[in-house]
């Protein structure tokens, strides 16, 4: 059995852990019509996104504030109406060396971030808008005692905001608020390909995803626009090491024309409209990478 193989059971195993649909489908648009295995990470949100209708855990009635509170907030760099592409890492992070960074992920209304160990268990943390569900803990946990679930903990970070850490690890109580002790306020590294693009006029940042081989990332006019299938006025980029794809597309698929460039041994893909064709070509002629 791979490592790979290993990380699916593992995940399969927890899947009541996985992340609200919304984040999982603005982190991975660029999977939507086509799937690849670029990193870990990719195989991490697709058995997060099978395991979505099994949960529970989270009230889907939580309240969610305005995207200023997130974005003002002191963990946090989501999306703003005058974005920076690629926009700047988010200051929250797991300061663990024995737990490697696979990607993370922002939107108007959260942050993702999800590590790896050993290529068997996965470590996640959520930042999100609004009040935490019912079943969080008033702030962040001190004692052992308060972990009734050790893999599974939530709690109010401050007003408009709360955070959700999780693990498929068999951790106990006090290994969990070991780990908790260690999410500080350090920028999350990640060597990932994409260096600048010229941002068409009249879009903006939706959400936006580094992996170390790989960006995926939405522009929209609105970046609250939180359909799916997107708004057709929205622009799905995808960067990654060249590889051969199939296509998966949809009915009625609202980005239906695809256009590529490869960049050394990488390859940027546009998904747009045909009334946006010309402004994706532009976009695409403008990224330049790292390398």
Not at 56 to 75: E, H, I, K, Q
Not at 117 to 130: K, L, S, T
């Amino acid at each position: 059995m791979t490592d790979l193989d290993e990380l699916r059971r593992a995940l399969r195993a927890q899947e009541a852990l996985a992340p609200d649909p919304a984040t999982v489908l603005a982190a991975a648009t660029r999977r939507i019509r086509r799937r690849r295995t670029t990193s870990v990470a990719a195989v991490t949100l697709t058995v997060a996104a099978l395991g979505v209708g099994a949960i529970a855990v989270v009230d889907r009635d939580t309240a969610v504030v305005p995207p200023a509170t997130l974005g003002s907030s002191a963990v946090s760099t989501a999306p703003t109406a005058t974005p920076k592409v690629p926009p700047p890492a988010p200051a929250i992070s797991l300061e663990d060396r024995s737990w490697s960074l696979l990607m993370w992920s922002v939107d108007p209304h959260s942050i993702a971030l999800h590590y790896g160990q050993a290529h068997q268990y996965a470590f996640e943390i959520d930042v999100r808008d609004g009040t935490a569900p019912h079943s969080a803990l008033p702030a962040k946990p001190t004692t052992a005692g308060q972990l009734t679930h050790p893999q599974n903990v939530m709690w109010q970070d401050g007003p408009g905001r709360w955070i959700w850490a999780r693990t498929t690890k068999p951790v106990t109580a006090a290994e969990m608020l070991a780990l908790l002790g260690k999410i500080g306020a350090t920028p999350p590294v990640v060597a990932s390909p994409l260096k600048s693009l010229h941002l068409p006029d009249g879009q903006q940042l939706h959400s936006f995803t580094s992996e170390p081989e790989a960006n995926a990332f939405v522009l929209c006019p609105d970046p609250e626009t939180r359909k799916v299938p997107l708004d057709s006025r929205c622009l799905s980029v995808f960067v990654s090491l060249t590889s051969s794809a199939g296509d998966s597309s949809f009915p009625d698929d609202p980005l239906p024309v695809h256009q590529h460039r490869t960049l050394g041994t990488y390859t940027v893909e546009i998904d747009s409209s045909p009334a946006n064709r010309q402004a994706a070509l532009q976009l695409l002629d403008s990224v330049q990478l790292n390398r």
